[in-house]
């Protein structure tokens, strides 16, 4: 008897197109609103990784929270060039991951996500990611705590700074999509880490409500009051009660 064949492995089908660069080339605040809800796909020894965007914050060249009002550096350069250029750097002992937005020094940092599961990034995918960011103890790091910060983030999609600083997104490689995902309520509150008299009383940081629970910190959490210690927006940027 012949030897007995294995079933051939059905390849996942290619993920849709990326947005386009015009997409980022828009005001900073506009567009930490519009990315959440967007999908960053990252293909990694053959799988599509993918991770929904649940959390982000916006910098401008001219407030002190921004790395870009210190001055054009080398370094820093991804934050004076065209809308959706990718800028990462070391925090917190790992990497980091930005694109640049409208206007010379503006960007986004995508500050947390959480992964995505569908017909391009399947268990695999996800397993994989696990692999990538395991816990303190070298176990699977649970979903929802996957890519719950900007660094577990990028520890999941295996991004890195000498990799993709200062690139452009790659459609075969690296890039964000639009699945059709919206969140319904948008929580706007001050970002995180920023130092006393660095402008920290911006509300530049916006998180998808839904997902409130698995983003870095969370802006809903007990003792929070909305007035005082966040707002609520529509997915236009409308305050709404």
């Known amino acids: ?3 007995t064949r294995r079933p051939r492995l059905q390849a996942n ?7 386009p660069d015009s997409f980022f080339d828009r005001d900073p605040c506009q ?10 796909r990252r293909r990694l020894d053959g799988l599509w990784l993918s991770a929904r ?12 929270g921004s790395h870009a009002s210190l001055g054009y550096t080398h370094k820093r350069r991804a934050l004076f060039m065209d809308g959706g250029t990718i800028y990462m ?13 409208g206007g010379p020094g503006n960007a986004v940092l995508i ?7 569908d017909e391009v990034s399947g268990p695999q995918a996800l397993a994989r990611m696990q692999e990538l960011n395991p816990d303190a103890r070298g176990q699977p790091r649970p979903p929802a705590r996957l890519c719950a910060g900007q660094t577990l983030l990028c520890r999941a999609l295996g991004l890195k700074v000498p990799d993709w600083d200062a690139q452009r997104f790659d459609p075969q490689r690296f890039f964000v999509q639009d699945v059709g995902q919206s969140p319904e309520r948008i929580v706007c509150t001050t970002r995180l880490g920023i130092p006393p008299g660095r402008d920290e009383h911006l509300r530049y940081r916006f998180v998808d409500a839904a ?11 007990r003792g929070q009051q909305a007035g005082r210690d966040y707002d609520w927006m529509d997915r236009y940027g409308a305050v709404v009660d």
Do not use: Q
């Open 31 to 40: 567009l930490a609103r519009e990315l959440l809800g967007k999908v960053i």
């Open 1 to 3: 008897m012949g030897a």
């Open 53 to 64: 965007i649940i959390e982000t914050e916006a910098y401008y060249l001219h407030e002190k």
């Open 13 to 19: 089908p290619a993920p849709g197109p990326a947005l």
């Open 111 to 117: 500050k947390s996500a959480h992964p995505w599961v």
């Open 211 to 221: 997902y409130a629970a698995f983003c870095t910190r969370n802006p809903l959490r």
């Open 89 to 101: 750097y070391y925090a917190r002992g790992g990497d980091s991951l930005n694109f640049s937005a």
